[in-house]
């Protein structure tokens, strides 16, 4: 893998996205090489912070821009940080019978999980580990 590489997606928040920046995320991966469970690891958990932006991030909202970002980067370690942004609202829920499931997958997966909400809301995902070291 090359540190350093990055990949940056900007696009409506709408559920017809979500799978193409999936898409782009496992491609981007594939590329850098890495290895085909870690990498089914990273776009199922990004997956989910996807769908929370599309569900939830700007039901409260009146703007009429509503947009998500995806910034995935490899550092010099070999970590990967996933980044998944909006300018929407965090809700913050009871769990809902049969629902609620994201975050606790996106922990489950990530080794680091931050959820900031000053501007909008944006999840931070840090994956490492053999799998995101650099082939030599």
Do not use: W
Request: hydrophobic share 40%.
């Amino acid at each position: 893998m090359k540190p350093g590489s990055e990949l940056r997606l900007y696009c409506p928040a709408q559920s017809q996205y979500v799978a193409p920046i999936r898409h782009a995320l496992a491609a981007f991966l594939e590329a850098l090489q890495v290895d085909p469970g870690a990498r089914d690891d990273v776009t199922t958990a990004t997956g989910e912070a996807l769908a929370n932006v599309v569900e939830h991030a700007y039901v409260r909202s009146s703007s009429k821009t509503r947009d998500v970002q995806l910034l995935a980067r490899i550092d010099r370690g070999g970590r990967l940080s996933v980044y998944v942004s909006d300018r929407g609202s965090f809700i913050r829920r009871k769990p809902l019978p049969g629902r609620g499931f994201g975050l606790r997958i996106i922990r489950a997966i990530a080794q680091q999980l931050r959820i900031d909400t000053t501007r909008g809301t944006c999840v931070s995902m840090t994956f490492e580990g053999p799998a995101f070291l650099e082939k030599r």
